[in-house]
């Protein structure tokens, strides 16, 4: 990084932390929507498993991360820190129906929690 910053060209001038917190940070994340879609576009055809696998960080955060799995390869979806809450079956739920939503519930085919398959969806409706 420290030699691509050394062959700047000259009179480069960075932007300052309000443009690059908003204006620049917005266009980058358009650009990851847009290349995301070609995955997430087959999710309707194909459908799309939802694993989740909890772990803990090294400040003894409990973090849970969900992950969309289909032909197409893999998306980050979400990532949860479940440390302030307890660890009961309905909160866990909630958090993984969340996940769920976001990928439409129509595409899930499959929920795979810490590598065990927990739930297999009924066949998704006909179109």
């Known amino acids: 990084m420290v030699k691509a910053i050394n062959e700047a060209p000259k009179g480069y001038k960075s ?3 309000e443009k690059a ?6 266009r980058e994340k358009a650009k990851i929507q847009i ?8 999710w309707v055809d194909c459908g799309v498993s939802i694993v989740s696998d909890g772990w803990t960080n090294i400040r003894n955060q ?3 991360n ?3 799995v289909s032909i197409s390869g893999v998306v980050f ?3 949860h820190d479940s440390s302030s ?3 009961t079956s309905q909160n866990i739920a909630d958090l993984l129906w969340q996940s769920i939503k976001d990928v439409g519930p129509n595409n899930v085919v499959q929920v795979i929690i810490d590598n ?3 739930v297999t969806s009924i066949v998704r409706s006909a179109k």
């Open 21 to 26: 917190r908003t204006m620049l940070l917005a």
């Open 66 to 68: 969900y992950l969309g």
């Open 85 to 87: 809450i307890d660890a």
């Open 62 to 64: 409990h973090l849970i």
């Open 116 to 118: 065990d398959i927990i």
């Open 35 to 42: 290349n995301l879609t070609c995955f997430t576009n087959k």
């Open 15 to 17: 932007p300052n932390y």
């Open 77 to 79: 979806i979400a990532c």
